[in-house]
């Protein structure tokens, strides 16, 4: 019997100030483990045109991700970046195609935006953005004002690649 792969019953969605409660209990367990960064539901709110969410067909949310784009640094030569936070998906839908709907979902909305590269910083081993082509970086490389904002107590490996 052919094996089959059971296509994600889930859509993917541009998130609205009104799922950031959602958010951020889908991220909660994620930021409990220090695999994210601990965000109040107002920062969700605040930056929730960022956000594309994954939606079960009973409006459950089942995993989201981030993209934030930063503009050129002055005097690099090099055009707008984004990167990919947040990215988290609910342990039982893991594995079931929702993150791989997710990074391409924010890949997509990378280039439609233009942006010549997406950086992101992971605890894990960041299985999923490397099949997807990213690759280990150098902090030199990634937007400043992202790199400032990193925590160097989480000793995250950064990963890009380019759209």
């Known amino acids: 019997m052919p094996h089959t792969l059971l296509a994600p019953t889930s859509r993917t969605r541009s998130a609205r100030p009104e799922d950031a409660a959602a958010l951020a209990e889908l991220s ?5 483990s220090g695999a994210l960064r601990e965000r109040p539901v107002a920062l969700y709110a605040t930056h929730a045109a960022d956000f594309l969410l994954a939606e079960a067909p009973d409006g459950t949310v089942e995993g989201c991700v981030g993209l934030r784009v930063h503009p050129a640094d002055a005097g690099e030569g090099r055009g707008p970046a984004g990167v ?16 791989v709907g997710l990074l391409r979902a924010a890949l997509a909305r990378a280039r439609a935006q233009s942006l010549g590269a997406l950086f992101t910083a992971t605890t894990g081993g960041g299985g999923l953005f490397l099949r997807y082509g990213f690759a280990p970086t150098t902090v030199r490389l990634a937007p400043s004002r992202w790199v400032e904002s990193l925590d160097p107590r989480r000793d995250a490996r950064i990963l890009a690649r380019t759209v």
């Not at 909660?28 to 409990?32: E, G, I, N």
């Open 84 to 99: 990919v936070y947040n990215f988290c998906v609910a342990g039982p839908s893991q594995g079931s195609g929702v993150g």
């Open 28 to 32: 909660r367990p994620f930021a409990c």
